[in-house]
């Protein structure tokens, strides 16, 4: 196993946690970081492959996609918490409510 | 642990899935994450990717790093929509609700010393990170965060935007990066023959010019998705 592959396996588990976290945990602040869990792995995962290169030098392109993805996630994370305050003010409840006809 | 903060709010803790309902979906994420591994195990252990395609370009591209090559370069219409995407998300954040008032009071000997310490730093750092793109690992969004994270620290340490300055100064600011990035891209067309394809002998000024501005709105948009309100 190259050091690669590791990487990527490791961020494999970390989506994994992160899914995991996302469907069991009702709390929505659990959820959206589970959801970043989730992300952390996805970009490991993208950063570990791009290492495979045979010059040594890792490959640019997923560093690329990778940083602008940090940074949307951040925002995306503070959108998701703005949302989840706007919930609990409008209706005192921290969790999604799926029974029906509420 | 709920210490029972008046009792009404459902801290959610109650309503996280039972047992079997877990058990099941371990059981079906493992073998998810199992196919997910082989794939990754099957996967060749050396791939040069794109690399090459961008070594091969370098020299058209205006900078000398391949990271900074590819975001404001062979990539730019990605970079550009994610600037986009950051105003949307801002956008989105206004809409909801105003900023809440937050803490005036003022701040303890701790953070105001490190914040008089630290933020002259940070600007230091973020003008270096920035000016380094061209050839190390640095750029827009690496002075941007560090530029933003100042602003947080600057918002913590009890400083408020001052009210002059709230209006459109603010809201220039916000949309400086999108607007230089599109008007360039927009504006050499009529030379390059495509949306943002720079001229290589003006790419490398071209490029210093957005990231510039994409640094200051990118550092504004973190501080006001922060402070999580319209101002």
Redesign the interface.
Same mark, same amino acid.
């Given at each position: 196993m190259t050091q690669a592959t590791l990487y990527a396996l490791t961020g494999l588990g970390l989506v994994g946690l992160g899914l995991y976290a996302l469907i069991v945990r009702a709390h929505l602040l659990r959820k959206v970081l589970a959801f970043n869990v989730i992300g952390s792995g996805v970009f490991l995962v993208l950063i570990g492959l791009a290492r495979r290169t045979p010059a040594g030098a890792p490959d640019p392109v997923p560093q690329a996609m990778v940083l602008t993805g940090i940074v949307v996630a951040v925002a995306a994370t503070a959108l998701a918490v703005v949302l989840m305050l706007r919930l609990r003010a409008a209706t005192g409840r921290i969790t999604l409510d799926d029974s029906p006809g509420d | 642990m709920d210490r029972g903060s008046g009792g009404?709010?459902?801290?959610?803790?109650?309503?996280?899935?039972s047992l079997g309902?877990?058990l099941g &979906? !371990?059981v079906l994420? =493992?073998a @998810?994450?199992g196919g &997910? !591994?082989l794939a990754? =195990?099957s @996967?060749?252990?050396?791939?040069?990717?794109?690399?090459p395609a961008?070594g091969a370009r370098m020299a058209q591209s205006g900078v000398e790093h391949?990271?900074t090559?590819?975001?404001l370069n062979f990539?730019a219409y990605?970079?550009l929509l994610?600037l986009a995407?950051?105003l949307l998300?801002?956008l989105?954040?206004w809409s909801?609700?105003p900023a809440p008032r937050g803490d005036d009071s003022a701040p303890g000997p701790v953070l105001a010393t490190l914040g008089r310490l630290l933020a002259p730093l940070m600007i230091l750092m973020a003008g270096y990170l920035l000016w380094v793109g061209a050839q190390a690992p640095g750029?827009a969004?690496?002075a941007?965060?560090v530029l933003g994270a100042a602003g947080v620290l600057a918002r913590l340490s009890g400083c408020r935007l001052p009210v002059r300055l709230a209006g459109w100064p603010l809201r220039l600011t916000l949309v400086l990066g999108v607007l230089v990035f599109a008007v360039i891209g927009v504006g050499v067309i009529p030379l390059g023959g495509s949306l943002l394809a720079y001229p290589p002998a003006w790419a490398g000024g071209l490029i210093l010019v957005i990231e510039t501005a994409a640094t200051l709105s990118?550092a504004a948009?973190?501080t006001a998705?922060?402070l999580?309100?319209r101002p």
């Open positions: - | 009404k709010v459902d801290r959610g803790g109650s309503q996280d899935a309902f877990r &979906l !371990g994420l =493992l @998810l994450l &997910l !591994g990754v =195990l @996967l060749p252990a050396q791939a040069p990717g794109l690399a961008v391949q990271v090559a590819v975001l990539r990605d970079t994610e995407v950051l998300a801002l989105g954040v909801l609700a750029g969004f690496q941007g965060a990118i948009l973190l998705l922060f999580g309100g």
